[in-house]
């Protein structure tokens, strides 16, 4: 099982841009499609983005489009999502998940612990 820690989230004006990293530790990262995950209180946990073993696709929720950039750096075991044109629906905790290969945007069991993404207006 692989262990997940992310960092880099804060407080932004909207408009603003914040770049999320997630450091995976375990088995061997690239077995894995990676993706991050948001979710604000009541709501269920909701799909932002994932990417795959070798980065070779990408997907993202439509409302983060054109906004958002996931990445990968295999070597050095991180997934990374760039933020831009933030906005107040944007506020949420964001948690980086982990599928086995051949996943896309399902199939995430092991999960960070979620860091706070907060867009003032």
């Known amino acids: 099982q692989v262990e997940l820690v992310e960092s880099g989230g804060g407080l932004v004006q909207a408009g603003g841009s914040l770049r999320l990293s997630c450091a995976a530790s375990?088995?061997?990262?690239?077995?894995?499609?990676m993706g991050w995950f948001r979710q604000t209180p009541g709501k269920e946990r909701e799909f932002v983005s994932s990417?795959?073993?070798?980065?070779?696709?990408?997907y993202y929720a439509d409302s983060v489009k054109g906004r958002f950039t996931i990445s990968r750096d295999n070597t050095n075991n991180r997934v990374y999502l760039q933020m831009n044109s933030l906005n107040p629906e944007d506020t949420a905790v964001y948690y980086c998940?982990?599928?086995?290969?051949?996943?896309?945007?399902?199939?995430?069991?092991?999960w960070g612990q979620g860091t706070q993404v907060t867009v003032s207006s």
């Open positions: 998940a982990a599928a086995l290969r051949g996943n896309t945007v399902t199939g995430f069991r092991s």
């Open positions: 375990g088995r061997t990262f690239a077995m894995y499609t």
């Open positions: 990417i795959s073993w070798n980065s070779a696709n990408t």
